[in-house]
Nanobody, 124 residues
Framework: QVQLVESGGGLVQAGGSLRLSCAASGRTFSRNVMGWFRQAPGKEREFVAAITWSGRDTDYADSVKGRFTISRDNAKNTLYLQMNSLKSEDTAVYYC?????????????????WGQGTQVTVSS
């Protein structure tokens, strides 16, 4: 199992940008599919983006396509989420997740490791 710690959240105005980072510990990071999820108050946790271990394949929720970019640096054991053109509806706690099985699944229950989350608040 891999341990995950998110950072980079904060308060930003609508239209602004933030970059989230997720530092991973454990020798298997480079072999894990990695992803970002988010959860707004009163709502279920939802898929944001995912990336294969090689970084070759990515997937995004329709709501963030064209605005968010997921990337990873296996040499640094770090996952990133660049968020541009932020909207008030992007406000949520953002979680980093990892899974050892192949597949960019949007189902939270299929991901085995989770970080503690980082708050992103977008003011309108």
């Amino acid at each position: 199992q891999v341990q995950l710690v998110e950072s980079g959240g904060g308060l930003v105005q609508a239209g602004g940008s933030l970059r989230l980072s997720c530092a991973a510990s454990g020798r298997t990071f480079s072999r894990n599919v990695m992803g970002w999820f988010r959860q707004a108050p009163g709502k279920e946790r939802e898929f944001v983006a995912a990336i294969t271990w090689s970084g070759r394949d990515t997937d995004y929720a329709d709501s963030v396509k064209g605005r968010f970019t997921i990337s990873r640096d296996n040499a640094k054991n770090t996952l990133y989420l660049q968020m541009n053109s932020l909207k008030s509806e992007d406000t949520a706690v953002y979680y980093c997740a990892a899974k050892s099985a192949a597949g960019l699944s949007p189902i939270p229950g299929l991901w085995g490791s989770w970080g503690q989350g980082t708050q992103v608040t977008v003011s309108s």
